[in-house]
């Protein structure tokens, strides 16, 4: 069974600081996403990363490809309160065409 | 503008009365899902659609129909709710199922039965 594991299940910090979030699993993926998620809208995807050891940035988020393509890593610089939202990471399924595997997500807030 | 919307966005129901929520795409994508989200317990797909007339389960179908009738359209069917089905339920639609393609969302229909 291919499971994605986020960690923090959530994460309240003070603007301006920085954080890390997680997602691991003890498969294999040929790729993975990370989306965030505002409350009363649909999730919007971020970035995609199909590499092991790829980094992309994307202004102050900074997202990792593990070098075994197992695991991902979303960094976020001085966060600020527009950073607040569920943060989810999806992989494509090794066993089927049509379907993502998605993490439960983290709930991050940040503080003013 | 690139959306999907959903209809209703909020509806309160009883058990065993039929219920059906709406998705439309204007981007002309042939891949279209339902999910549902429930917390501590992410995404779950429910249906899924590769074209018009080509529908496959997805992990938990139990309780729902989907039918594919235009390529724009996807509605999710509940033929007799039951309060184990309340929760907030996502259409997506994306161009192809490539690694890097993007799913979009629309914005969430939050379902209550009792």
């Known amino acids: 069974t291919q499971l994605l594991e986020q960690s923090p299940q959530f994460l309240s910090i003070q603007e301006g600081e920085n954080l890390t979030v997680y997602c691991n699993s003890s498969?294999?993926?040929?790729?993975l996403q990370w989306y965030r998620q505002e409350p009363g809208e649909g999730p919007v995807l971020l970035v995609t990363v199909v590499t092991g050891g790829e980094v992309k940035k994307l202004k102050r988020l900074t997202f990792q490809f593990g070098d075994a393509r197992k695991d991902s890593s979303l960094h976020i610089t001085a966060a600020q309160p527009g950073d607040t939202g569920l943060y989810l990471c999806?992989?494509?399924?090794?066993?089927?065409?049509?379907?993502?595997?998605w993490g439960a997500g983290t709930k991050l807030i940040i503080k003013p | 503008e690139a959306q999907v919307t959903q209809n209703p966005r909020y509806l309160i129901t009883v058990t065993g009365k039929k219920l059906t929520v709406t998705c439309s795409q204007n981007m002309n994508h042939e891949y279209m899902s339902w999910y549902r989200q429930d917390p501590g317990l992410g995404l779950r797909q429910i249906y899924y659609?590769?074209?018009?007339?080509?529908?496959d389960k997805g992990d938990v179908p139990e309780g729902y129909k989907v039918s594919r009738k235009e390529k724009r359209n996807f509605p999710l069917i509940l033929e007799s709710p039951s309060p184990n089905q309340t929760s907030l339920y996502f259409c997506?639609?994306?161009?192809?199922?490539?690694?890097?393609?993007?799913?979009?969302f629309g914005p969430g229909t939050r379902l209550t039965v009792l």
């Open positions: 997506a639609s994306h161009s192809s199922w490539a690694i890097t393609d993007t799913q979009y």
């Open positions: 999806a992989a494509n399924n090794m066993d089927s065409n049509y379907q993502l595997i």
């Open positions: 498969s294999v993926f040929s790729s």
């Open positions: 659609s590769m074209n018009v007339e080509v529908t």
